[in-house]
């Protein structure tokens, strides 16, 4: 049962635009999201993070929503540039006690076109 | 500079052929842990560990093993390798209090024939 799910394989985008990534889950255990940003031959880079009490989180381009009623988040970059070009990973975790694990989405190609 | 390191990054073996992968961490992170990346299936934890001498069951331990001698390192085992072991791996740490903001090496390819 995937908890993390993110539906779109790839988005392309153009230079300048806004770009919406998509992330839902299932767990409402779940109470810290985050991206991580993966580029080719790379290991995966935290990006920018939220906790469940904030709906929003800002930090310069991006910017992370979350709507708990819809067990939905989304990371918005703007304005696209082509070093964003990369993929982008959604992930959660659970503070509950015992709890150590951050749970993946299979992630999401961004290619921002010049 | 602050870094995971995983050795070797490339690794192409044979079926039953007893195999390691090295992962170390110069940030004195107590918390780390292994991950498999597949197309389409994303990035699966297979096992982590809160400190050393504590280890537990990620999403995907079939096949692996791990121990935690040192807080440093964080090697993962594989006794008997099979093709469907074929993946991008991926060690992390941090610290204890931040599990969830992990530091990742540059990830490890494996194949086995």
Request: charged share 20%; net charge positive; with cysteine.
């Amino acid at each position: 049962d995937q908890q993390v799910k993110q539906n779109s394989p790839s988005l392309s985008v153009q230079e300048g635009r806004i770009s919406i990534l998509n992330c839902d889950y299932t767990n409402s255990m779940f109470d810290y999201f985050l991206w991580y940003k993966k580029y080719p031959a790379e290991g995966p880079t935290f990006l920018i993070s939220i906790s469940s009490i904030k709906d929003k989180n800002e930090d310069g381009r991006f910017t992370v929503f979350l709507n708990k009623s819809a067990k939905h988040l989304s990371l918005h970059i703007v304005p696209s540039q082509p070093g964003d070009s990369a993929v982008y990973f959604c992930a959660a975790s659970s503070s509950g006690a015992g709890s150590y694990q951050l749970t993946f989405g299979k992630g999401t190609k961004l290619s921002v076109i010049p | 500079e602050a870094q995971v390191t995983q050795n070797p990054r490339y690794l192409i073996t044979v079926t039953g052929k007893k195999l390691t992968v090295t992962c170390s961490q110069n940030m004195n992170h107590e918390y780390m842990s292994w991950y498999r990346q597949d197309p389409g299936l994303g990035l699966r934890q297979i096992y982590y560990s809160m400190n050393v001498e504590v280890t537990d069951k990620g999403d995907v331990p079939e096949g692996y093993k791990v121990s935690r001698k040192e807080k440093r390192n964080f090697p993962l085992i594989l006794e008997s390798p099979s093709p469907n072991q074929t993946s991008l791996y991926f060690c992390a740490s941090s610290p204890s209090d931040r599990v969830e903001r992990q530091y990742f090496g540059p990830g490890t390819r494996l194949t086995v024939l």
